[in-house]
Nanobody, 121 residues
Framework: QVQLVESGGGLVQAGGSLRLSCAAS????????MGWYRQAPGKQRELVAT???????KYADSVKGRFTISRDNAKNTVYLQMNSLKPEDTAVYYC???????????????WGQGTQVTVSS
């Protein structure tokens, strides 16, 4: 059974930095895209950043130049380095990993449990 375990959230002042991690474990055939989404109170979940298997990245306009997504394929882990944090970055952050658990099974989306990021002004 695949599990995603997130870590690294917390409370930080505006202008500060945090680094989120999400490690995938369990029986897996392959991992494709990895990414981060966030959901603020009363708002829909939105894409923050994704990174493909080949390393190509995509960012939401609101975080470009401040956030950096990376992955360590040997550790099945995706990271989100968040710098110059703003109060509007406050949300629950969820990692998303597209995993194929067997060669004959389709690629499926897996989600982490979510980690709270709070940025104070």
């Amino acid at each position: 059974q695949v599990q995603l375990v997130e870590s690294g959230g917390g409370l930080v002042q505006a202008g500060g930095s945090l680094r989120l991690s999400c490690a995938a474990s369990g029986s897996m055939f392959s991992i494709n895209s990895m990414g981060w989404y966030r959901q603020a109170p009363g708002k829909q979940r939105e894409l923050v950043a994704t990174i493909g298997g080949g390393g190509s990245t995509k960012y939401a306009d609101s975080v470009k130049g401040r956030f950096t997504i990376s992955r360590d394929n040997a550790k099945n882990t995706v990271y989100l380095q968040m710098n110059s944090l703003k109060p509007e970055d406050t949300a629950v952050y969820y990692c998303n990993v597209q995993i194929q658990i067997s060669w004959y099974r389709p690629i499926s989306d897996y989600w982490g449990q979510g980690t709270q990021v709070t940025v104070s002004s």
